[in-house]
């Protein structure tokens, strides 16, 4: 056994714990700098909502006049086909024009899996009430109804007063 340089030995040795806790030290910071960023979850169905149905509004009645007689027959269960927005699966849409002055629907748009409403429905006032309720949380889909969008509808060369009530529903994206 050759024991010339133990000091040498000894020197070498303590540098490596200080290099290894270095180490160690850097890896943690960078590890827990990522785990904030990939832990934290962003809502945005709410916002998704909010554009999708700005989109809708521009497509529909660019101008504020909404012409029943163009809008094609065959795509009237087909509203985001017709926008040309893609990625429909997680979409709900209804559209309801109304005339004004009769207090009539004049016709109905629709397009979507209305089913995301009913979990809507089930967390609309449960956040604190039930602990079992908050795990659904973050299945809340994102919601906008907006009633009153004034808008000149033209029916059969008539330029009729009315306003569109749309409610859109944005789905937990899986």
Do not use: H
């Amino acid at each position: 056994m050759n024991l010339k340089n133990k000091k040498g030995a000894t020197g070498e040795a303590i540098l490596m714990v200080y290099r290894i806790i270095l180490v160690s030290f850097i890896a943690l910071i960078v590890l827990g700098t990522a785990a904030i960023f990939y832990d934290y979850e962003i809502d945005v169905r709410n916002v998704e909502a909010e554009i999708l149905t700005k989109k809708i509004i521009d497509c529909l009645a660019p101008s504020g006049e909404l012409s029943l007689a163009s809008f094609p027959k065959d795509k009237e269960n087909k509203l985001l086909d017709y926008c040309r927005i893609e990625n429909t699966d997680r979409f709900y849409v209804n559209i309801k024009i109304v005339d004004v002055e009769q207090n009539k629907i004049l016709k109905i748009f629709e397009q979507g899996d209305s089913s995301a409403g009913w979990v809507r429905e089930i967390l609309k006032n449960s956040p604190g009430v039930n602990p079992k309720l908050e795990k659904l949380e973050k299945y809340r889909p994102g919601y906008l109804y907006s009633s009153g969008y004034p808008i000149n509808i033209l029916d059969s060369g008539n330029k009729i007063k009315g306003e569109m009530e749309i409610e859109v529903v944005v789905a937990y994206e899986t």
